[in-house]
């Protein structure tokens, strides 16, 4: 009997959304086969980009914002992401609203929901145990080897080389939403203004659609968004204030694999 073959780390970086992802494969299979299974998943957040991107004037959300496409015309993926839209407005009370610029906007569910689908590609063609971080939004699944947990460092607000967070993570989701690369990029629709009041929401879940969604809510209510949160059963969070302030949900300190590193306030 052929003695087994140890786990090998793959990485791939693949620039797409405006942001880079990365593919963190650990497998015993041969390079080919992990290469090709990465070129599908990466064919599949191309294709999402060219569908969903509202830079682009002739993709198809543009179309359909600007009432050149019917909902009939529309791609079933397309569809699915507009349920998923209504779906979320109502779990979060208004607060996460796809029109509230006053056009069609599905960037704060898109990017959580096309990673969550690219990695679920990678496990149905046989590499359970990888990582996928689309620009900070990052789905886990397996493990990186026996007895490991993945390791995900959530970014500080105010200084590009430090972390919030350093948190071990068995699988599941973690994404974060915040005004330190785009400013206040979000829009709050309930007090029709831009969302000011904290620079980073980090919710971790079970799956990334739903943690890009509740994350982009969260940064739009502000600090009342903690106690909604706390209330969100199999999620955890952390929120960073503009004034450096931190807060976290019951349970996100025991995610932690170092102690908090915003204690208190930040400069």
Do not use: I
């Amino acid at each position: 009997m052929s003695a087994e073959v140890a786990p090998v780390r793959h990485l791939a970086h693949q620039e797409v959304m405006g942001t880079v992802v990365t593919f963190d494969v650990h497998t015993s299979a041969s390079e080919v086969r992990v290469r090709e299974a990465v070129a599908e998943a990466m064919g599949w957040l191309d294709w999402v980009d060219d569908t969903f991107s509202t830079y682009k004037p002739d993709s198809e959300v543009c179309r359909f914002d600007r009432g050149e496409l019917s909902l009939d015309a529309c791609s079933p993926e397309l569809r699915e992401v507009l349920v998923l839209c209504n779906d979320y407005g109502r779990r979060t009370e208004g607060y996460f609203d796809a029109w509230a610029t006053g056009r069609f906007d599905p960037s704060g569910l898109v990017k959580g929901w096309s990673v969550e689908r690219a990695s679920a590609l990678l496990a149905h063609l046989g590499f359970p145990d990888h990582l996928v971080d689309g620009g900070g939004d990052v789905r886990l699944r397996g493990a990186p080897g026996p007895g490991l947990s993945w390791q995900v460092g959530v970014r500080h607000p105010r200084r590009r080389d430090a972390l919030v967070s350093a948190l071990g993570l068995s699988a599941g989701a973690v994404a974060t939403s915040g005004t330190y690369e785009r400013g206040a990029h979000v829009f709050d629709p309930v007090r029709s203004r831009p969302a000011t009041e904290l620079v980073s929401v980090t919710v971790v879940g079970p799956e990334l659609t739903s943690a890009d969604a509740y994350a982009t809510a969260a940064l739009a209510m502000g600090p009342q968004a903690l106690a909604w949160l706390d209330g969100l059963a199999g999620y955890e969070a952390e929120l960073v204030s503009a004034r450096g302030e931190g807060w976290c949900t019951a349970g996100f300190d025991a995610l932690r694999t170092v102690p908090r590193a915003l204690a208190g306030g930040a400069a």
